[in-house]
C-alpha cells in the first residue's frame, strides 16, 4: 500500500510503523483522515501504536491479527482529560467504531478484520 503521507500533515509515517522491525506502516487512507481531522480538532497528539503486522508482539497475543493489522486503528496517548474528553465526544459522529479507553491511551477504530463493527462499541482497558 502506498499511502501518500503529505495528506496527513500533522503526522509522519514513522508514528505509524510496526514495531516489530518490518518497517510497515500500511495505514489505511479513511482511517488517517479521520485521524488528521481529529489532530485538527484537539490538538497535538502523540499516537503509540498504528500498524502491527502478525509478528508485532501485541498481535501475537491474540488468536488473530486485530483492528492494527489492516491498518484501521491507532492508540493515542492523550495529554489531559480535557482531550480525551474531547475526543470521546466526536468519535462516533467521525465513524469511529471502537473506541478503547485506558487510563493512559485511547485506541480508535473504524473496521476490524472479524468482529463486527457495525454499531459503534466502547469499552474500557
Ligand atoms: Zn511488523
Not at 21 to 39: L, T
Not at 71 to 94: C, F, K, P, T
Request: charged residues 20%.
Amino acid at each position: 500500500m502506498n499511502l501518500n503521507w503529505s495528506n496527513y500533515p500533522n503526522f509522519e509515517r514513522i508514528e505509524f510503523e510496526c514495531n516489530c522491525g518490518c518497517g510497515r506502516a500500511d495505514m489505511d487512507p479513511a482511517f488517517m483522515q479521520r485521524i488528521q481531522k481529529m489532530r485538527n480538532y484537539v490538538g497535538p497528539m502523540k499516537i503509540t501504536s498504528g500498524f502491527r503486522c502478525e509478528n508485532h508482539s501485541e498481535e501475537k497475543k491474540k488468536i488473530r491479527g486485530g483492528a492494527h493489522s489492516i491498518g484501521h486503528a491507532a492508540d493515542i496517548q492523550y495529554s489531559s482529560a480535557r482531550q480525551l474528553a474531547a475526543m470521546l465526544g466526536v468519535a462516533e459522529n467521525w465513524g469511529f467504531k471502537g473506541i478503547g479507553v485506558s487510563g493512559s491511551f485511547l485506541h480508535l477504530d473504524d473496521d476490524h478484520p472479524y468482529l463486527d463493527r457495525s454499531n459503534c462499541i466502547a469499552w474500557g482497558y
